[in-house]
C-alpha cells in the first residue's frame, strides 16, 4: 500500500490535511525483516465500500486485495482506526474469507503504538488518528509475489442534527499504495421513514439515483486514481414540500497575530419534495433560440438538431414554446408562443430537420426576436434558451450595444440560459446576457458532445416548482450570501447557499417564492451554531464562491483594487488558487494545474500576479477565455472545496503550502517568535500531549511551520 511506509504514512497525511477532521480506512504496516529494517509497503488494488443506512444506522461492508510486491513474505499489521463521531458495533473482519482474530485498542493505547511507529521515523501522518480507538490484527503471511484480500464489516449510528444526517468513511489512506488502485467505488444505500431531501457530498462528485421519496442510491467510482480524502455525506430528511436545512461552522478564536473573526459560516441545503404533487409543479414558457450560421455546419449542427428535439419532447402538458433559429437573419417556427400539444411539438420537430447551416452570426436581433416571443403569465417561469458558436458578425456587433437592447427588451422576469459551443465565442457578452438575469452560461469545449450537454441541461430546469426565490434569516443577521440571485428551484435538484452570519441562537428561516400566481411563505426553525469541527470545509467553500464571485466582477467589469486584495486575501487565507495567490502553486506537478490559472489570468485586467497581456485586452474570446469563464462559473457554484492542488492544503482553519519541501502556515511572518521542535523527540511528543490540537497539523510531514499562540512552531528532523 505504498513504496515505503514514509511514503505511505506521507501521502496519507496530504489527503487528511485536506479533508480536516477524519476517520481512517484499514492499511497494513509491514513488519521489519533481518536485514530489511523498512520493507516496502503494500499496493492496494481495489477498494470497494458497500453502506447501507437504514433508520439512521449505517452498515459499512469493505472489501480490499493488497498486493505484495516484495520478494519475500512479510508480515503485516493491519490498522484500522475507528470512526471517532459515531458509535461502532459488530465489527468484523475477514482475509481470504477466513475470520481474523483482532483486538479494538483503547485511544491511550493507541496512542502508545503510533508514538512507537513514530519513533521509528515512520511519516507523522499516523498522528490523525490520536484520539480514536483502534481495531489491530496481524496479517501473515502475505507471500512474496502475492495477495491477501480483507473484507470488515462494521455499524455505527450516524451522527444526526436538526434534521441532516452527517455519514463519513475515510478513503484517504489510500494514498499508502504505491501504484494508483485500479478501481475505487463506494455505494451507500438509503432507506429512511421521513421522504429524503437534500443528497449532498462536500468531497465527491456523487451521482444520485432516487426510488421514491424514501430510498436513494449514492454512488461514486474512479479508476486509477490514490483517494486523497474522505468520503463525506450529508442527507436531509423532512415531511415538508420544501426541506430545509443548515451546517454551520465557527472559526476557534485565532491566536495572536491573526484575523480576528467571530461571525459565523453557514451551509443552506434546500430541496423540493420528490414526489410533489402535479398540482404544485409550475408550467413554463420557454423560448428556444438556435444559431444555424454556416460555421454551425457538421456534426455541430445535428447535435443542435437531436439536443432540440429531445427538448421539444419533453415539454410538459400546460407549457407554452417558442422556437426561432438565426443566422444572418432571424426565422421563427411560429409568429407567437404556442401551447405544447403534440401536434405543435411534431411540427416544430419539421421545422428544427429543415434547417441547414449557412450565412453570419446575427446575435443581436436573434436576442431581441426571441425576447419579443415573450408573453408573460403571472407566477409563471419565463425562460429563453440561446444557443451560439460565433461571435456577432451580422447586424450589431458592438457588446456593448447588444447589452443595452437586451435590456430594453426583455420582458418580466425572463431567465436567459446560454450555450456557448466551441472557442470563437464572446464569454463576456454570453455571460453578461445569463448572469444579469437569473440564468447561467453553459461551454461546450470542440471535444465535447453538444447534443449531451443541451440535453442534460434541459432535464435539470425541464419542471420548476417554485419561482422568484427570497430568503430572510431573521435575527442571525446574514451577510455575503452566495448566490447573490437565488435561481428558480426544479423538481430533482437542490440548492446549495453559502454565506456568513454575525448573531448566534435559534432564529427563523423564511423562504418565500412563487406557485403559480400566489406568493407563498415557508418558515423554517433554524440553529446558527458555535463551532462545529465536522463543518470545517463550509468557510472555505464559502470563500471558494466569494471568490469566484469577485473573479468574475473583474473579468466582466474591469480592474478594481478593493476586488484584487479581496481576492488575495482570502486566496491566501483559505488556499484558494487564483492568479493574484499564484505562490502558492509554485511547486504544483499536477498536469495543467498552473495552465488552468494562466487561462484564467489571461481573461483578467493586468493578467493577475502573471503580469499583464503586453498592451492587449484581457481576452473575451477564444480558448483562454472559454477556460476562464469555466473556472469561475465553476467557483461561482461550487458545491466542493478541493482545489485539487497537491502543493496547497486547508487543515482544521489554516492554509499550508508547500515551498522547499517544507508545508508552511500562510499566517507566518519572518520577524514572528520561532520555537525549533526536533521531529518524534521526546519536546514533540510533549507538546502534542499538551497542545492535542497541534496533531493535525504535524500530520503534514516531518517538516512544518505551524503559527501557534502567537509564536512560530518549526518542526524539522
Known sequence: MGSSIRSLIGALLLALAGAGAACADGFIIPEPLPGVPRPPNLTVKYHHVDVEVRNGVATTHVDQVFLNEFHRDLEGTYLFPLPGDAAVSDFTLWVDGKPLTGRVLAKEEARRLYESYLRRKVDPALLEYVDRDLFRARVFPIPAKGERRIALQYSQVVPFDAGVYAYRYPLDTERFSARPLQEVAVRVRLDSPKPLKAIYSPSHEIDVQRQGEQRATVSYEQKQVRPDKDFQLYFTVSEADFGLNLLTHVPPAMEKGGRPDKDGFFLLLLAPKT??????????????????????????????????????????????????????????????????????????????????????????????????????????????????????????????????????????????????????????????????????????????????????????????????????????????????????????????????????????????????????????PADFAGEDSGTTFVPRLWATRKVGFLLDELRLHGENKELVDEITRLGMEYGIVT????????????????????????????????????????????????????????????????????????????????????????????????????????????????????????ALGERVIVVWQGEALVVAP
Open 275 to 524: 414526489g410533489l404533487a402535479e398540482s404544485r409543479r409550475l408550467p413554463k414558457d420557454i423560448t428556444f433560440v438556435f444559431d444555424t450560421s454556416g460555421s454551425m455546419s457538421g456534426p455541430k449542427i445535428e447535435q443542435a438538431k437531436k439536443a432540440l428535439n429531445f427538448a421539444l419532447d419533453n415539454l410538459n402538458p400546460g407549457d407554452r414554446f417558442a422556437l426561432l433559429t438565426f443566422s444572418g437573419d432571424v426565422e421563427r417556427f411560429r409568429p407567437e408562443m404556442v401551447p405544447a400539444t403534440p401536434e405543435a411539438v411534431a411540427a416544430a420537430r419539421k421545422f428544427v430537420e429543415e434547417r441547414q447551416a449557412r450565412g453570419g452570426t446575427n446575435i443581436n436581433d436573434a436576442l431581441l426576436e426571441g425576447l419579443k416571443l415573450q408573453r408573460p403569465r403571472p407566477g409563471i417561469p419565463a425562460m429563453l434558451v440561446f444557443l451560439t458558436d460565433g461571435l456577432p458578425t451580422v447586424g450589431i456587433t458592438e457588446v456593448k450595444q447588444i447589452l443595452a437592447n437586451v435590456v430594453k427588451a426583455r420582458v418580466g422576469e425572463t431567465r436567459l440560459f446560454v450555450f456557448g459551443v466551441g472557442d470563437d465565442v464572446h464569454t463576456h457578452l454570453l455571460d453578461r446576457v445569463s448572469g444579469d438575469y437569473g440564468g447561467t452560461s453553459e461551454y461546450v469545449r470542440p471535444d465535447e458532445d453538444l447534443e449531451v450537454k443541451v440535453s442534460s441541461f434541459y432535464t435539470k430546469i425541464a419542471t420548476p416548482v417554485l419561482a422568484n426565490l427570497e430568503l430572510d434569516f431573521g435575527g442571525a443577521d446574514a451577510y455575503d450570501v452566495y448566490p447573490k440571485r437565488l435561481p428558480d428551484l426544479f423538481a430533482g435538484s437542490q440548492l446549495l447557499v453559502l454565506g456568513r452570519y454575525r448573531h448566534r441562537g435559534r432564529f427563523t428561516v423564511t423562504l418565500r417564492g412563487a406557485v403559480g400566481g400566489d406568493t407563498r411563505r415557508f418558515t423554517y
Open 579 to 698: 492568479p493574484y495567490t499564484s505562490s502558492l502553486v509554485e511547486e504544483e506537478t499536477r498536469p495543467g494545474a498552473r495552465e488552468a490559472v494562466q487561462d484564467l489570468a489571461a481573461a483578467l485586467p493586468q493578467g493577475g500576479s502573471f503580469g499583464g497581456h503586453g498592451g492587449a485586452a484581457p481576452a473575451a474570446s477564444g480558448p483562454a477565455a472559454v477556460s476562464a469563464a469555466r473556472q469561475v462559473r465553476a467557483a461561482k457554484e461550487a458545491a466542493r472545496a478541493d482545489g485539487g492542488y497537491q502543493s496547497v492544503r486547508h487543515v482544521e482553519g489554516k492554509t499550508f503550502r508547500l515551498s522547499d519541501g517544507v508545508w508552511t502556515d500562510t499566517a507566518y511572518r519572518p520577524e514572528m517568535p520561532r520555537r525549533a521542535v526536533s521531529f518524534a523527540s521526546d519536546d514533540y511528543f510533549a507538546l502534542l500531549a499538551k497542545e492535542p490540537k497541534l496533531a493535525r497539523y504535524f
